[in-house]
C-alpha cells in the first residue's frame, strides 16, 4: 500500500519535473529540475530494495548536475529567460517523436512478450553492494576495466587542454590592468 | 543477524523519530550559536553576549524573535521560485541525512515495554546515503547565489561548486579505508565492529585527520568558509537573505556540522558503545559535543583560506594523502 502511494508519487513528479526541464526556458529551472527530477529516480531504486544503486544514482547525478550548473553560469545570465532558436521546428518534432516512439517501443516489447526473464536472483543475507561488488568484478570486468581506461583517457587529455600555465597560480599573478601610456593619458584627461 | 532479533519498525515510531530530530537538531542548532559566540569570545578574549538573561542565555531568544519579524525581502530581478526554494533546499537535505545516522544505543522505553531502535531509517547504505544527502545540500547555496541576482551571490555560488567538486573526492575517499576495514556500509555494522573498544582511529589516523578537513569544508567552516566570506564578497550567497530564508541556511549549517559530528564519531570514534563505567549514550554526547567544540577552535584559530589554495590543496595533497592510505590499508589487509 505504502509502495503504491510512493511509486506514483515518485513517478508522477518525476515526469513532471522532467518535462519542466524540457520545456522551460529559463536555464535555472530546467537545470533544478533536472537535479530533482535524478532524485526523484533514485526513489524508484530505493522502493525496489536497491539501496545502494539509488545512493549511487543520488551522489553521482548530484555532482554530475552540479558540474552542469558550472557551465550554466558561466554561459547564460540565469535570471533571464533563453532565446532558443527554431531552424525547423517540424523537423525536430518529427525526430524528437520517432525518438520517443522507437524507445517506448524497445522498452515494452519483453514486457508484451513476457519473456522476461530474472538471470541472476537475489541471494538472501547478501548485502545490495556486495551482490553489485561481485557481479562489477566477475562477469562485467572487462566492460568496467574498459570504462575506467575511458575515463584515466579523458582525465588526461582534460589535464593536457587545461594544463596550459598550469605552474603559475592564476590568482596570485598581478596582471598590469593599464599599461603606462595609457595611464598617462589618463593622467593627463585628469590634470586638464 | 536471526530475523527474530530486527527490532519492529512502525509508522507511528518513525513519524515520531522523525519530528524528534527535527525538533532537537532545531533547538540545538540555536543554542550552538550562543556556545560558539561563547566560545569564540573566550578564545579571542572578549566576553560574547552577556546582556540578554545570565550569561547572556537569553540571546538565542532574542535571536530567534529578530529572524521572525525581520521583512522578508526578494530583490527585483531575482528568480523568485528558485529564491524562495533554496534554503528550503539546505534545511531539509541536513535533516534527511540525519535521519539516517543512529545516535543512541538501541533501548527499550521503561514501564510501557516499547523497543526503540536508535535509528530512524536503517539504509543498509547508510554512510553513502548521507553523504550523498549532503552533498545534494549544497544545491542550497548553488541556487541561492544564482537566483538572486547578485554579483557577489553569483561569485558564491561559483565558489560552492568548486568547493564541492574538490572536498567531495576527498571525504568519498577517506572514508573508503575504514569501510574497507570493518566491510560494511552500515553505522550499525561500524559501532558494533567497535564494540570491543578499539576504536578505528587507532587504525585509521590519516583517514580520520582528512574526513575532519573535508568535514570543514563540507559544513563551510571557517578555514573554508569560503561561500560566504565576509571580507572577499560580502556575504556570498547570503547577501540578498533575510529574515527566516536566512535562518533555514543557518539552521542547515548547523545540522550539517553536528551530522559530521555524528559520522565522525560513529566511524571513527567507538560510536555508541560502552566504555569504562560510562553508558554508551553519555560518550556518544561527548563525541559529538567535542568535534563540536573542534569546529569552533578551528575557527578561533585558522584564517580563511583562497579558494585556490583550497583546491590546492584537496587535489595535491588531500587526495594523493588519501589515496595512499586505502592503497596501504588493502595491503595490509591482504598480508594478515
Redesign the interface.
Known amino acids: 500500500m505504502?509502495e503504491f502511494i510512493a511509486f506514483y508519487i515518485f513517478a508522477i513528479s518525476t515526469v513532471i519535473l522532467f518535462s519542466i526541464t524540457v520545456f522551460s526556458k529559463?536555464v535555472?529551472?530546467s537545470m533544478?529540475s533536472l537535479?530533482a527530477g535524478m532524485?526523484m529516480i533514485s526513489g524508484f531504486f530505493?522502493l525496489l530494495g536497491a539501496?545502494?544503486l539509488g545512493?549511487?544514482q543520488?551522489?553521482v547525478y548530484?555532482?554530475a548536475v552540479?558540474?552542469l550548473?558550472?557551465f550554466?553560469?558561466m554561459f547564460f545570465d540565469?535570471?533571464k529567460d533563453v532565446k532558443e532558436k527554431y531552424n525547423s521546428p517540424r523537423l525536430v518534432f518529427l525526430l524528437g517523436g520517432l525518438m520517443a516512439v522507437v524507445f517506448v517501443i524497445i522498452f515494452s516489447a519483453p514486457i508484451i512478450g513476457e519473456n522476461l526473464q530474472v538471470l541472476s536472483p537475489i541471494t538472501d543475507g547478501v548485502?545490495?553492494?556486495q551482490a553489485v561488488g561481485k557481479v562489477l568484478f566477475t562477469k562485467y570486468l572487462i566492460p568496467f576495466e574498459v570504462a575506467a581506461i575511458m575515463l584515466l583517457v579523458a582525465m588526461v587529455a582534460g589535464i593536457i587542454l587545461a594544463g596550459k600555465k598550469m605552474d603559475k597560480?592564476?590568482?596570485?599573478t598581478v596582471l598590469p590592468l593599464v599599461d603606462k601610456e595609457s595611464e598617462d593619458e589618463i593622467l593627463k584627461k585628469e590634470s586638464r | 543477524m536471526d530475523a527474530t532479533m530486527l527490532p519492529e519498525v512502525t509508522a507511528v515510531g518513525v513519524i515520531i523519530k522523525a519530528i524528534l530530530i527535527l525538533a532537537v537538531i532545531s533547538a540545538i542548532a540555536g543554542f550552538g550559536t550562543y556556545i560558539e559566540r561563547k566560545i569564540l569570545a573566550f578564545m579571542q578574549r572578549r566576553l560574547g553576549p552577556q546582556h540578554v538573561g545570565p550569561y547572556g542565555l537569553l540571546q538565542l531568544i532574542a535571536d530567534g524573535i529578530k529572524l521572525f519579524t525581520k521583512e522578508d525581502i526578494i530583490p527585483q530581478n531575482a528568480n523568485r521560485i528558485i529564491f524562495a526554494v533554496a534554503p528550503v533546499i539546505t534545511a531539509a537535505t541536513a535533516f534527511i541525512a540525519l535521519g539516517a545516522v543512529p545516535v543512541f544505543p538501541d533501548f527499550t522505553i521503561p514501564f510501557v515495554d516499547v523497543y526503540v531502535p536508535s535509528i530512524a531509517s536503517d539504509v543498509n547504505v547508510g554512510i553513502l546515503f548521507v553523504l550523498g544527502m549532503m552533498a545534494a545540500g549544497l544545491y542550497g547555496p548553488l541556487l541561492a547565489g544564482m537566483a538572486q541576482s547578485n554579483k557577489w551571490g553569483l561569485l558564491g555560488s561559483a565558489r560552492t561548486a568548486i568547493q564541492f567538486l574538490s572536498y567531495e573526492v576527498v571525504t568519498g575517499l577517506s572514508l573508503l579505508a575504514p569501510i574497507m576495514i570493518v566491510g560494511s556500509l552500515s553505522f550499525v555494522d561500524f559501532n558494533s565492529y567497535q564494540s570491543n573498544g578499539t576504536w578505528l582511529v587507532l587504525y585509521q589516523p590519516i583517514a580520520f585527520i582528512l574526513f575532519l578537513i573535508a568535514g570543514y569544508a563540507e559544513t563551510n567552516r571557517t578555514p573554508f568558509d569560503l561561500l560566504e566570506h565576509e571580507a572577499e564578497i560580502v556575504s556570498g550567497y547570503v547577501t540578498e537573505y533575510s529574515g527566516m530564508r536566512w535562518g533555514m541556511f543557518f539552521i542547515g549549517e548547523y545540522a550539517n556540522m553536528i551530522t559530521i559530528g555524528i559520522i565522525a564519531s560513529i566511524v571513527f570514534l567507538g560510536g555508541y558503545n560502552d566504555w569504562w563505567i560510562f553508558p554508551g549514550w553519555i560518550m556518544i554526547i561527548a563525541k559529538i559535543a567535542f568535534l563540536f567544540f573542534l569546529m569552533l577552535w578551528v575557527r578561533a584559530a585558522w584564517p580563511h583560506v583562497r579558494p585556490d589554495q583550497l583546491m590546492w590543496l584537496c587535489w595535491k595533497v588531500l587526495m594523493p594523502l588519501a589515496v595512499i592510505n586505502v592503497v596501504i590499508t588493502g595491503i595490509v589487509m591482504m598480508a594478515i
Not at chain 1, 597560480?169 to 596570485?172: E, G, H, N, V, W
Open positions: 505504502y529559463n535555472l529551472y533544478t537535479a532524485v530505493f539501496d545502494f545512493v549511487v543520488l551522489i548530484v555532482g552540479m558540474a550548473y558550472a550554466a553560469m540565469t535570471t548485502g545490495n553492494a597560480s592564476l590568482t596570485t
